[in-house]
């Protein structure tokens, strides 16, 4: 079957470790289902592994992707659960792609465990954008951070899948969302999702009870001098950098939380496709590509110029 893999992984140069390509179907194990993929998107998680990270020399060629939607053996329209559990890894779970085949690829094998079903509501397209930045942001948001107690938001490097998710939904949630870009193009688009778009490292109008982050290093200074007294932090990566400086001064004298978050549930996924249909809430999607043209897919994510989701449309 046709599918995007890594062939090699080059730290400095990701996309050259990129093939596209036949490899064998999946021949699940028991209590695995065959799902036939309708459509996929592309996450930061394909880079890292493109890189190398989490994706060591001796699991390649590896299918990458985490996030799919389609119809499974017995004809359910569905939406695949990335998270598969997975004794062998620290964690206790490994990611589609890491240790199993993922997602960009004619079809894909998970446990039954992990089918959704996709509510009639929503288009393949769409539900293909929520299972890992969606639900991260929604994880983030809501177990994490605890929205709902928050009067406002604030989203560092606003333009990625995972923040602008975060700016849609804490917007969609009644809350004051602010949201840092590095690009003013990305911040005219943003403040079109309802946030108020402001520069890297600006002053905002008011402290904010919880802050996204998702780029460490550069902006985490910023997000601690952000927070309100007993705001919450929640990282859910470092695409800018790993060790940011922290005033710990800051951090005790204002009682703040920094979280770790990583994906979510399997319901919480349910959750998240049926807020998405009650409220008209759709994924922001940067482009969408044939499986043909997946290369220039990759391109477009590997180029940090997307405002929102590249989504892979499997039946072109
Ligand atoms: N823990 C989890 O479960 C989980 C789940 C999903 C993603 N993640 C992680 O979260 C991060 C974002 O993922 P994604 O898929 O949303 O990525 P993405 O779509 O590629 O977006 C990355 C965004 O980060 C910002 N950025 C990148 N480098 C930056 C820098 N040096 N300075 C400031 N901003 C920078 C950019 O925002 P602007 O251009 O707007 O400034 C960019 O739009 C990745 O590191 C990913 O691995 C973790």
Redesign the pocket.
Known sequence: MRAAYASATKPDEPLAGLTVGDLPEPSPPDGWVTVDVRASSL???E??SLRGVGLPADRLPMILGCDASGVDTAGHEVVVYPVIKDPADPRGFSLLSERWPGTLAERVAVPAENLVPKPAGISFLDAACLP??WL?AYHMLTARGRVADAGSVLV????????TAAVALATALGKRVYA????AA?RERIAELGATAVE?GARLPERVDVVIE???A??FEHSLKCSAPGARIVV??????PFPKVDLRRVFMMQLEILG???GTAEELAALLDLCVERGIRPVIDSTYGFSAVSDAFAR?NS?E??G?VAVDHLH
């Open positions: 996450n930061h998680h880079i890292w890992t930045a991260t560092q490097g606003a333009g990625g899948g995972v923040a840092t870009s590095r690009d990305k890297p998702s780029v460490g550069p902006t859910c990566g470092a695409t800018g950098g978050s990583t994906m994510l940090g997307i405002f989701k």
